[in-house]
């Protein structure tokens, strides 16, 4: 989103711990949760990526990537603000520790601990995966972006969780979703910061 509106800023990494996944520690010098993605801009301190986004084009979009106000592509841009990590993402997680469940549990009771997961994935986890991204599919049958014809911050929202599921195996398939993904991959802004940050990893805290 930085790279999109041309505002200059610093990027720090911080790695998750390979045996818990959870953030690095000192992630909580700079929020008390200890999670990312967190935003400093002079004194204000922002965390949870959908405030972010909403603070930087309120702040710096000077009326960008934010439809206009009372229209439906406006109610479109606040749903998938929203939905992204209010919807999208529970199965993802789900899936990832339910996953670690399976691969990491004590030797003697792993056969128990695959039969678990792999009960709850085929019971829950996958049919919640293909309900939601096929959801997701759908909607973008209707337009190119979103919230319509122009990328906006709803855009920059779905990203992780669409990168996700298609990380984290097959949820079917899906060619509108692949397209938007290489709509977004296509955009300048996205390759500048893949040259400053990387490519998306699903458990790298920024």
Known sequence: MLEELGVPY??????????????????????????????TDGDDV???????????????GEGRFVPKRETPSYLRYRYWMHYA???????????????QVRTKAPFLIRPIAKAISASVTKMFIGPQLKTHFGFVEAELAKSAW???DEL?????????????????????????????????HARPAYQRALEKGGPVIPGQST
């Open 10 to 39: 610093e990027l720090k990494l911080y790695k998750r711990d390979p045996g818990t996944m959870l953030a690095d520690p000192e992630l909580k010098k700079v929020h008390p949760l200890g999670k990312s993605p967190v935003v």
């Open 46 to 60: 922002l965390a949870e990526s959908g405030a972010i986004l909403e603070y930087l084009v309120e702040k710096y």
């Open 85 to 99: 990590e209010g919807s999208a993402m529970s199965p993802l997680l789900m899936k990832l520790v339910f996953d």
């Open 146 to 148: 979103f919230a319509g």
């Open 152 to 184: 906006t911050a709803a855009d920059v929202q779905m990203s992780y969780p669409i990168e996700a599921s298609f990380a984290r195996g097959s949820i079917g398939e899906r060619p509108n979703t692949a397209k938007w993904l290489e709509r977004v």
